[in-house]
Nanobody
Framework: QVQVIESGGGLVQTGGSLRLSCAAS????????MGWFRQAPGKEREFVAN????????YYTDSVKGRFTISEDVAKNTVYLQMNSLEPEDTAVYYC??????????????????WGQGTQVTVSS
């Protein structure tokens, strides 16, 4: 079982930056892929990026490539999402989640078994 807790959301202007953190706890984190998702009002939850724990491999949705960076600090059991050049369309509740799926590009939303409570990101125009 994995427990995840997100933090770091807030209000930022267009073009600004935020860094989200996801603190994870489990007996063997190296078995997991950690993902970031987001859900805007009235929309379905969508994938943003994921990373294989301790492997460094990453995968992004096209809309955030070049703007967002997912990374990990193994010593702190924490995954980060650095978000730069933020746009109003990035406004959403951002969720961290864990899955045992190992093929990053193929991990489906329903395969993520463990979720955090979410953190709000609001980008003003």
């Amino acid at each position: 079982q994995v427990q995840v807790i997100e933090s770091g959301g807030g209000l930022v202007q267009t073009g600004g930056s935020l860094r989200l953190s996801c603190a994870a706890s489990a007996r063997t984190l190296s078995r997991y892929t950690m993902g970031w998702f987001r859900q805007a009002p009235g929309k379905e939850r969508e994938f943003v990026a994921n990373i294989r724990w301790s492997g460094g491999n990453t995968y992004y949705t096209d809309s955030v490539k070049g703007r967002f960076t997912i990374s990990e600090d193994v010593a702190k059991n924490t995954v980060y999402l650095q978000m730069n050049s933020l746009e109003p369309e990035d406004t959403a509740v951002y969720y961290c989640a864990a899955t045992m799926c190992a093929v990053l590009a193929r991990c489906q939303l329903h395969e993520y078994a463990y979720w955090g409570q979410g953190t709000q990101v609001t980008v003003s125009s």
